[in-house]
T-cell receptor, first 108, second 114 residues
Framework: DAKTTQPPSMDCAEGRAANLPCNHSTISGNEYVYWYRQIHSQGPQYIIHGLKNNETNEMASLIITEDRKSSTLILPHATLRDTAVYYCIASSGYALNFGKGTSLLVTP | EAQVTQNPRYLITVTGKKLTVTCSQNMNHEYMSWYRQDPGLGLRQIYYSMNVEVTDKGDVPEGYKVSRKEKRNFPLILESPSPNQTSLYFC?????????????FGQGTRLTVV
């Protein structure tokens, strides 16, 4: 599976949009982009995934560039409860290779 | 409610005393896996199973065993635990339908081996 690169940490003010970038320049055509988050030491939680098109669900939006080399996870109105480590994963199968992720801190 | 249940949540044991961490899912998922999480090393896969009686090693399988006799259960067995297996463990399950592999994780088992 393709390696992904994320900034180690980001801050966001409560109520503002949080935009978390991910680089996956070596992604292959059959690999999906998945986003998970882990709040403190809880089990990782699925957020969203996509192949080529932008996706939106009740939690977030996923914007994938046309060349698929990068993507952005958007939390439209961040709350304090969104403080977590966010993982971007490229996978063609079932194994999830978690990197270091981005530690997002939402501040009041 | 869709869920993955691990037990116990916390366990302190002594070196060499065999233990089993149970994992059960109620979503009829084919794929199940175990991860360990250590500071600075992130989440690493220990073992996985594609279906009943089909298991395979992940990235860090040494010192662990698993079994998959029923679809819903995937226990993690430490035959002779050592202090370097002190870690936070997560079980996960997912469907194997391509493009629909949302994984569900258990709440974790914090294991301390002294």
């Amino acid at each position: 599976d393709a390696k992904t690169t994320q900034p180690p940490s980001m801050d966001c003010a409560e109520g503002r949009a949080a935009n978390l970038p991910c680089n996956h320049s070596t992604i292959s055509g059959n690999e999906y982009v998945y986003w998970y988050r882990q709040i403190h030491s809880q089990g990782p939680q699925y957020i969203i995934h996509g192949l080529k098109n932008n996706e939106t669900n009740e939690m977030a939006s996923l914007i994938i560039t046309e060349d698929r080399k990068s993507s952005t996870l958007i939390l439209p109105h961040a709350t304090l409860r969104d403080t977590a480590v966010y993982y971007c994963i490229a996978s063609s199968g079932y194994a999830l290779n978690f990197g270091k992720g981005t530690s997002l801190l939402v501040t009041p | 409610e869709a869920q993955v249940t691990q037990n116990p949540r916390y366990l302190i044991t002594v070196t060499g005393k065999k233990l089993t961490v149970t994992c059960s899912q109620n979503m009829n998922h084919e794929y199940m896996s175990w991860y360990r999480q250590d500071p600075g090393l992130g989440l690493r896969q220990i073992y996985y199973s594609m279906n009943v009686e089909v298991t395979d090693k992940g990235d860090v399988p040494e010192g662990y065993k698993v079994s998959r006799k029923e679809k819903r259960n995937f226990p993690l067995i430490l035959e002779s635990p050592s202090p370097n297996q002190t870690s936070l463990y997560f079980c996960a399950s997912s469907s194997i339908r391509r493009g629909n592999t949302e994984a569900f994780f258990g709440q974790g088992t914090r294991l301390t081996v002294v």
